[in-house]
Nanobody
Framework: QVQLVESGGGLVQAGGSLRLSCAAS????????MGWFRQAPGKDREFVAA???????YYADFVKGRFTISRDNAKNTVYLQMNSLKPEDTAVYYC??????????????????????WGQGTQVTVSS
């Protein structure tokens, strides 16, 4: 079983930056596709970004050009660099892991259902 712990959230003004980290337990980090999702109060959890086993990345339209996902397999850590933050980005951000099983289309990684493990979330608040 994989345990995920997010960190790096906080309060930032619009236009500012934050870097979120997700540390994973175990020794098989490289065998997982990793994703970032976010959820605002009263709303469904939505896809933000993903980086899969081969290093390919995928982004939601609303963060393209502003956010960057990366991973360091040696440190069992995935990152989300968030620049040009907007008040609409305010949410709890969750790290998620999907055990690699087969090849999938890009849309697969945008869904909540494929991910097997989730972190506790870290709050990101963007003020104007």
């Amino acid at each position: 079983q994989v345990q995920l712990v997010e960190s790096g959230g906080g309060l930032v003004q619009a236009g500012g930056s934050l870097r979120l980290s997700c540390a994973a337990s175990g020794r098989t980090f490289s065998n997982y596709d990793m994703g970032w999702f976010r959820q605002a109060p009263g709303k469904d959890r939505e896809f933000v970004a993903a980086i899969i086993w081969n290093g390919n990345t995928y982004y939601a339209d609303f963060v393209k050009g502003r956010f960057t996902i990366s991973r360091d397999n040696a440190k069992n850590t995935v990152y989300l660099q968030m620049n040009s933050l907007k008040p609409e980005d305010t949410a709890v951000y969750y790290c998620a892991a999907d055990r690699v099983e087969s090849w999938h289309s890009a849309s697969y990684y945008q869904l909540v259902q494929p991910y097997d493990y989730w972190g506790q979330g870290t709050q990101v608040t963007v003020s104007s």
